[in-house]
């Protein structure tokens, strides 16, 4: 028998998105090619970068937690030119890890956090071994500079804006490809009767809310569910902390007149769309995609500056939902689509319409193709001589 190709999915734990989505192209890798492959995900910022780097992670939800000045920051970096002066000064810090992330066996590397994008890509060269390497960006519309190295085999994208985005940072027209944003191959069969789902998961069978606030239970989660829970709306609500533990804990203490579930992070996220009527989320891009294979209607409750407004303006442009930052809104919104069911089914009917439940099969498909006509290229190892020959002698 032939050894398996094995990919490996470099992610980070930066939100819940990068690891949902290497998940779901580990999945589709499985589902589509068998015992041909053996997809692993990867954390190398975890397990190679220095410290504070690898624990990046760790600090990403106060560093992102909405702020402004996170926003700023990332918008001023992304620019072709800007990136590549910040990321040479940024090598000399990362440049060991990269070249162990580099050094990782396996036969081809699918990247989709895009801080390892110019590091691996650079190490790679630095060494002379030059492996398949395929970007999945994920992310539904914003393509961040930082994803965006040219040489890299093939550049896969989940929608066309992402794909002109793309262009914009000088990725060759021929290296991209649309293939939608890999979510967990569940999402592809049709989803449960709604009594079904609700009785599977000890509801009562009425109108469901699932309000959510991404991997990390971001945002005015508390307050949304205070709101809700206190409006006398005839609803249930499935509230998700997802690894927020000090939210869980608010949740679990609440004492509101209404159905209450709360949830810390769980595997459920299906089965809780199948169960629901409405989503209320920030403007999370992998939240957002699997709503859309349910049909949900959803309430942008609120985004991560300059990284989510644009997932946000998608979900209003193509009338799939609303966005209402402020509790009360948000109530009020509910209350309207309460009485108003055909405002209801027309909202539900077009965010069915941007589902994609296959990406993560089409994106497997797109990788696998890579790593069976890109052979591992061996070659002299490119600049830095002397850094190089004391790589050799450390056995860096
Ligand atoms: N998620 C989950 N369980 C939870 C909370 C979230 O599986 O308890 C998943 C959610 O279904 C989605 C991902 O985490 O797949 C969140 O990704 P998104 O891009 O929406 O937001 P991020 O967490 O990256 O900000």
């Known amino acids: ?42 954390d190398g910022l975890r397990k190679y970068a220095p410290y504070p780097v690898s624990h990046l992670d760790d600090m990403y ?26 990321m040479k000064l940024w090598w000399p810090f990362v440049r060991t890890a990269a070249i162990r992330m580099a050094k990782e066996p396996c036969d081809a590397i699918i990247n989709v956090q895009p801080l390892y994008t110019f590091p691996v890509l650079w190490a790679m060269d630095r060494i002379g071994m030059r492996k398949p390497f395929v970007t999945m960006v994920s992310d539904l519309i914003v393509v961040h500079a930082l994803w965006c190295d040219p040489t890299t085999d093939r550049f896969l994208v989940p929608t066309e804006v992402s794909r002109v985005h793309a262009l914009d940072n000088y990725i060759p027209p021929d290296k991209i490809q649309i293939v939608g944003l890999p979510i967990r191959l569940l999402f592809m069969a049709p989803p449960e009767p709604k009594p079904i789902a609700r009785q599977r ?8 809310v699932l309000l959510m606030g991404g991997g990390q239970g971001l945002g005015r989660v508390y307050e949304t569910a ?19 533990k000090k939210l869980k804990e608010q949740l679990d203490a609440a004492h509101w007149p209404i159905d209450l579930k709360p949830y810390g992070f769980t595997q459920d996220i299906p089965a809780l769309m199948d169960a629901s009527d409405v989503l209320i989320t920030k403007a999370g891009p992998t939240t957002i995609c699997e709503a859309f294979t349910r049909s949900l209607p959803i309430i942008i409750s609120g ?66 193709e890579v790593a069976t006509t890109h052979p591992i290229v061996y070659r002299a190892p490119q600049g830095e001589p002397m850094l190089a020959r004391l790589d050799r002698f450390f056995g860096n």
């Open 201 to 208: 998961l000890g509801l009562k069978d009425k109108f469901t």
């Open 303 to 368: 985004y991560i500056p300059s990284q989510e407004n644009e997932n946000a303006d998608y979900v209003i442009n193509n009338r799939a939902g609303v966005l209402a930052e402020d509790p009360e809104l948000i109530v009020a919104t509910l209350r309207e689509w309460l009485h108003q069911p055909a405002v209801l089914v027309l909202f539900s009917q077009n965010s069915a319409r941007l589902a994609h439940p296959r990406a993560a099969i089409d994106a497997a498909e797109a990788a696998y």
């Open 61 to 86: 939800p106060w560093m992102s937690g909405m702020s402004k000045t996170w926003g700023r920051g990332w918008t001023q970096l992304n620019e072709p030119q800007r990136v590549q002066r910040f």
């Open 1 to 42: 028998m032939t050894k398996p190709l094995r990919f490996l999915l470099f992610y980070a734990d930066t939100g819940g998105g990068h690891r949902a989505t290497a998940q779901a192209l580990a999945q589709g890798l499985k589902h589509r090619y068998g015992d041909a492959v053996d997809p692993v995900l990867f």
């Open 226 to 244: 205070e709101a809700i829970g206190r409006s006398g709306l005839n609803v249930q609500l499935i509230v998700v902390a997802g690894r927020n």
